[in-house]
C-alpha cells in the first residue's frame, strides 16, 4: 500500500486525494471530496480531525448512509479491501462454524434492532472482546447506538489514514 507524507497529501490534485483517501471512509468518497477543500492541512491529525467534523456536519441521511455501508462483522460478503484486511486481522475470515452461526445471529439481532449494521473497530479487539461489546450494545437505544457506530467508524477511519500517511 502506497502512504503519502503530509507535503504529497496537500499537493496532490483533486482527483488525486480523493482517489488516494476517498476510502478511509469505507469507500464513501464525499467524506473526502468535502475534506479536499480544506487544504492545505499544517498537520495529519488536523486532516483526521477535518474529514471527522465533515462526517459530524453532514445530515442524518448521510451519516446513516455511511454507517450502513459498513459490512457485518464475520460476514461471507464482499466488503471494501480494508475491511477484509481488518477483520482478517483478529481472525473473522476464520471463524469457525458456530463461531459464524453465533455472529450472523448477532448481526441480525442487532440490524433488526437499530436498522443498521453493528459496527466496531476491531483492530484493538479480539473475537471475545467483540462478543462482548456486541451484547452490551444490543442494550443501548437507537441514538446511542447511532453515536457509537459513528464513533466507532471515527476510529476505523484513523487507523485507516494512519496506514496511509507518515506523520
Known amino acids: 500500500m502506497q502512504t ?38 499544517e498537520t495529519i491529525e488536523i486532516l483526521y480531525q477535518t474529514m471527522v467534523a465533515v462526517v459530524k456536519n453532514s445530515n442524518s ?36 462454524s458456530a463461531e459464524y452461526q453465533y455472529f450472523h445471529q448477532l448481526n441480525q439481532t442487532y440490524k433488526n434492532k437499530f436498522g443498521f449494521p453493528f459496527i466496531i473497530a476491531v483492530k484493538n479487539h479480539t473475537k471475545t472482546s467483540i462478543l462482548a461489546a456486541f451484547e452490551q450494545r444490543l442494550n443501548h437505544s437507537i441514538e446511542q447506538e447511532k453515536i457509537a457506530a459513528l464513533e466507532e467508524i471515527y476510529k476505523i477511519a484513523q487507523f485507516r489514514l494512519d496506514e496511509k500517511t507518515v506523520r
Open 61 to 96: 441521511q448521510k451519516q446513516l448512509a455511511l454507517i450502513c455501508a459498513h459490512p457485518d462483522l464475520g460476514s461471507k460478503a464482499k466488503m471494501a479491501e480494508s475491511s477484509v484486511k481488518e477483520q482478517a486481522g483478529v481472525g473473522l475470515d476464520r471463524l469457525t
Open 4 to 41: 503519502y507524507s503530509l507535503s504529497q497529501v496537500n499537493q496532490m490534485t483533486r482527483k488525486e486525494f480523493i482517489a488516494a483517501l476517498g476510502g478511509i471512509f469505507e469507500d464513501y468518497p464525499w467524506v473526502a471530496e468535502e475534506a479536499e477543500l480544506k487544504r492545505p492541512f
